[in-house]
């Protein structure tokens, strides 16, 4: 199963790598790596507050927040879509293709041999779809194209790299 980006520190690190794959409509970018923790939120507006001393709590030297740590590789897939309203003027619009890229890449999983790797996806929307082709926001037609389009980009995603080209000895 695919999760869902939800924090927006882990969309700016993702946005800020180069695209892995493009189509017309369509850029994905990746970061192999889990999504980023909660923070600690700092509220004043509790509804219990404590005034018992807090439990003393051992931290090993290994575990204390100034220790560097190798990057934990990331398990799974986390997916997350942007779709702005500059090119997409209506809710429905937006929605469908929302819809559209997370049926795209749930389909993957249903493939066999087919796995993306693991790690942090967005999937952003680049350029508008020519309003005057598709005039309905949810027309068939509309769906139809994003469809192909989003199956083109994903098949780019799942291919094997390609191995670097030798340079010719002379």
Known sequence: ?????????????VLGTPS???SAH??????????SLP????????????????????IAVDDSPGTVKEPVPPQGCWLGMVVPKRH?????TRSLLKRQIRAAFASIEAEA??????GLWVVR???????QQFPSAASEALRRVVH??????????????RPPANPATP
Do not use: N
Not at 39 to 58: C, D, F, K, N, Y
Not at 148 to 161: F, I, M, Y
């Open 148 to 161: 192909a389009e989003l199956a083109q980009l994903v098949h780019k995603l799942t291919r094997p790299p």
């Open 1 to 13: 199963m695919i999760g869902r980006i939800l924090r927006s520190a882990d969309f700016e690190r």
């Open 20 to 22: 892995r794959a493009r």
């Open 39 to 58: 923070g600690r939120r700092l509220s004043t507006a509790q509804a219990e507050l404590s005034t018992v001393a807090a439990p003393v709590v051992h």
């Open 113 to 118: 041999g087919k796995a993306l790797p693991p």
């Open 88 to 92: 997409a003027r209506r809710a429905v």
């Open 125 to 131: 929307l680049r350029a508008p779809f020519d309003r």
């Open 26 to 35: 369509f850029a994905a970018h990746h970061v192999a790596a889990p999504p």
